[in-house]
Nanobody, 134 residues
């Protein structure tokens, strides 16, 4: 049974840290890129980072790469997002998705993330809310 499930969201103080997890079942992840996205209130959904599962190559949006880390446990079929020095603008619904590449000619990276975020391709979780508090 296909399932994409995010966990770990909640309230986090500004300046603090939070770790999210995403477990995917029912897919051969070797054929997919697995990625984190977020949808801030009043804004468009945006990509955070992606991992090409079969070789572990990882890309994180440059604007977030100094605070966010994307990693995986291939044995557990789980993707992680480590968020450090959380800021108010990090408040959003956070989603995990598994999608194929190339998409529109793009591979795991900024353009692929934008295409998947805009088009909603792949298999998505229900999301996990993260709220930064001061």
């Amino acid at each position: 049974q296909l399932q994409v499930a995010e966990t770990g969201g909640g309230l986090v103080q500004v300046g603090g840290f939070l770790n999210l997890s995403c477990t995917v079942t029912g897919l051969n992840l070797e054929d997919y890129v697995v990625a984190w996205f977020r949808h801030p209130p009043g804004k468009l959904r945006e990509g955070i980072g992606c991992i090409r599962w079969y070789d572990g190559s990882t890309r994180v949006e440059e604007s977030l790469s100094d605070r966010f880390t994307v990693s995986r446990d291939s044995v557990k079929s789980t993707l992680y997002l480590q968020m450090n020095n959380v800021k108010p603008q990090d408040t959003a619904m956070y989603y995990c998705a598994a999608a194929r590449e190339p998409l529109g000619g793009y591979y795991c990276g900024p353009f692929w993330l934008r295409a998947v975020a805009a088009q909603g391709h792949g298999h998505w979780g229900q999301g996990s809310q993260v709220t930064a508090t001061s």
